[in-house]
């Protein structure tokens, strides 16, 4: 499942790179992270509870970032296992310069699979898109908080 | 419900063959009384859970179970390494290239489909088991996957490296002169590719199984709910480097087969090695979403190049056709289904000239079992879209192109091209039958009053033979290395003390009413009532009488297994009379049995003997009887029927003996806005020859419809490119329920087997049928709308839809050569 978007925040874009670029900057956009570890500048973990059935669904995920060019794009890898569930996630993103602000193009090939992935797109597009949703609100809150400090 | 019988019931001499009498078995099940594998509970037994692949492709890296281990209740667990250790790989029965391919009980080194299990844990509770597999670390590194037959043609990806290719097997069955046929024709109708989905059924009770372990003797008893025990145990004693004596196979009550239980052997002989391993009974019932995921699936086929011959009063002269068949990940039954469907080679139809290039593919699947009409439907398919298309194309009526082409009854026993004999049957008076049931003469009628209310109308016709009783020897045409030939069965019935008539069956019931008609059978020969017979349910295979491949399949129990309960009851009866004459004084053919006495025919009412008096004097008070006079009253009988040997250069034998034959039509309703279809009436007509019960009969005949309609519109095992199933529930694979089915009207017509012992032929693999006529009255439905050709055997919504859309991107697949 590939899913993609463009989002317009009013900060510089050195601010919008320090924030994405920072694994502990990330780990508080993005929703259900219960832990975070990192092991170093290019790898990190999380457990996360991703809001699926009951209880939610409890994933540790390996991030891996893949390349970067500075302050423009990275690309980073994320592999989750869970109950009934593997998910391998490519996501990368480009910011360019929109007036005062940053535009930023982003892109996730998301692939689960196991039993939950067998629910197929009909049940997993909605929960990718709440999850996207949530990351980028955090965002643009994050980046207008770093731009002040 | 409507019920049409055309013809008496051929009955015995007494006359319970032929009455449906309520089935001895309902009783228990419809109070709750039954007594499944899963009732039953042993001390200190464990519960098994699979640890399953998430993925279609991958190489197994490494397998954690240390903190499973650690869990308090895991008593242990077991992964494809041991396996590997050991036991053997599972037999094989093609040859090269898939005859090279190394099948464990669980996956060495690489996981080949979603679900295959990969490792399974035992615990104090199945909830334990559950979670503890869920502590098991198993990590993967993907591998390209192939979900795709013709995409595994081309070996780019190879599942199995022992066997080099995909190609499990392939060969080209010749019959006539295809060649001459289609040069003659006055017109050739081509169809570039049509589709039989994958799809399964799901049988009420799900798989599985309580396995004890006998350290003293080495001995395995398995209560559980295989339906082919013998063939199971074939499978796993090498496997396991046992003899075949030292598993012994209990069933009870089965909720169902449909095939789904014949490929039970690699979660089986797992469990083998976890009582083994643990010194404790395991017991594994498998969860819904593994059944739908990897029990087994139904044959996916394509059918190419289909080119047929047709003169212009609409004679079809022959066809030719490439079939790929998609097994999945193992052929684990396979590749028997690349010649089942060889059985009903011409369908119902007089086709002289065939031809079918055959080849079977492992895919990134679940791997494939016998499924209720087992290869034959897929073949019967295509038989009845040719027919559908032909008529479409060139314009002949649906119904009398059917009746030109028809089997005739004057004809039979008829002999098909490739030496199998279909033994009796009037298609074209069954057509009829059923055309008056669904009051086709109203069709163009219903079609306006549909149109005005903007929906399409259609009627479609399926025919359909149900092939019954087996010849293993058809093996030999796609292996003849196999030393198999024949089939057979064995029952034993006896005279007990006080009087009862003891049946047990060679085969395993699984809700087919084995328990009433047999009871029927042995009652007429003996000349009681079938509630003095007990007939044991379930099967031993310590203590039923049973052949070497005893089991419920291949719709043969009216031939082989009623035949073989026949004959112990007869061997049963002449013991019974020379008893009675030899204690009342008078000649054997002097007594007769009836009503529970044996007695002198004509003779004073005292001159009778009771049946517990004979049971008693055998069993009980044989002092005075002659020293040279021995009847046992207990006696097993094997039915062997004549098959001869076929002939593998040529590919013909006597595949099967008995075609039982079925024609559905069905009216269809589609919204011309959503491609919704509903089927708004509905007929079927059966002959199955002498009709032992003709309730258990219609029956199946509802069974087996309700089955096909799902097929026909919801059903099916959908994957995406990564090879996960995205229909693994029963959700997304709707199965249908009371609601999805229209009123069922049904008749019967009897032509009597002249082959089978009671002129009954083996049926309830007839769900075909309607997946045919639904997809001809669909065909009917669009003609107004574009003319749409249906190429795929289930056409959910999104599919009419589709065709509604852009007809012509289906008739972009068949073309019209004409002189």
Known sequence: ???????????????????????????????????????????????????????????????????????????????????????DMTTSFTLSEAGGGTSMAWEADVKIAGPVGAMGQRVLQPIVNQQVSQVLEALEDRVAAASTE | MTTTVTEPAKTLEKGFVGQSIPRKEDKRLVQGQGTFFDDVRRHGMGYVHFVRSPYGHAKIVSIDVSKALELDGVYGTITGDEVAIHTDPFFEMSVEPGGNIKDYALAVGRVRHMGEPVAAVCAATRELARDAAELIEVEYDELPVLVDASEALKDEVVLHDDAGSNVVWSGVFDWGDVDSALAEADHVVKIDKLHFHRFSS???ECAGALVEYDKGTGEWTLTCNHQMPGVGAIWMAPALRTGIDKLRFVTHDIGGGFGNKICLHPQYVVLCLLSRKLGRPVQWTEWRTDQHTANAHGNERWFLDVEVGVMKDGTMTGFKVKALDDCGAFPRYEPLGCIIWAQVTPG???????????????TNKSPVSPNRGYSRMQHLWLTERIIDIVAHELGFDPVEIRKKNYVQADQMPYETPNGCFYDSGDYSTALDMVLDLIDAGSIEKRREEAASRGRLLGLGIGSTLDSGTNNFGQSTLLNPELQFSGNNEAASVKLDIFGEVVVTLGTVPQGQGHETTAAQVVADILGCSPDQVNVRRGHDTWFNSHA???????????????????????????????????????????????????????????????????????????????????????????????????????????????????????????????????VVDYAAVDDCGVRINPQIVEGQVHGATAHAIGAALHEDFVYDDEGTLLTANFYDYHVPHAMDMPPLKTGAMESPSPVAPLGAKGMGEGGGGGIHCICSAIQDALKPAGGAIVYDSCNPAHRVWSMLQDPEATRANVSVASK
């Open chain 1, 1 to 87: 499942m590939i899913v993609s978007g463009t989002k317009e925040l009013g900060a510089p874009r050195e601010v919008v790179w320090s924030v994405i670029n920072e694994p502990s900057e990330m780990a508080k956009l993005m929703p259900g992270v219960e832990s975070f570890e990192i092991t170093d500048e290019k790898h990190w973990t999380a457990k996360v509870k991703v809001p699926l059935g009951l209880g939610g669904l409890k994933m540790t995920m390996n991030f891996e970032k893949l390349e970067e060019r500075e302050p423009e794009f990275a690309l980073m890898r994320a592999k989750g296992q869970g109950v009934g569930a593997l998910m």
């Open chain 2, 202 to 204: 799901t049988p009420l």
């Open chain 2, 348 to 362: 119902m139809y007089g086709w002289r000239n065939i031809r079918v290039d055959f080849t079977q593919v492992c």
């Open chain 2, 548 to 678: 070497g491949f005893s089991g419920t399949y291949a719709s043969q129990f009216a031939f082989t297994g009623l035949g073989a309960v026949k004959g112990a009851a007869e061997l049963v009866r002449d013991e019974m009379i020379q008893l009675a004459a030899a204690v009342l004084q008078a000649p054997p053919e002097a007594i007769e049995l009836s009503e529970g006495f044996a007695r002198i025919k004509d003779g004073p009412p005292e001159a009778a003997l009771p049946f517990m008096a004979l049971g008693a004097i055998i069993n009980a008070n044989n002092a005075f009887l002659p020293p040279d006079f021995n009847p046992t009253l207990n006696h097993r009988y094997v039915c062997r029927p004549y098959f001869g040997m076929v002939d593998t250069e040529k590919k013909t034998g006597q595949l099967t003996l008995t075609y039982a034959m079925q024609i559905h039509a069905a009216v269809v309703e589609i919204d011309p806005e959503t491609g919704e279809v509903d």
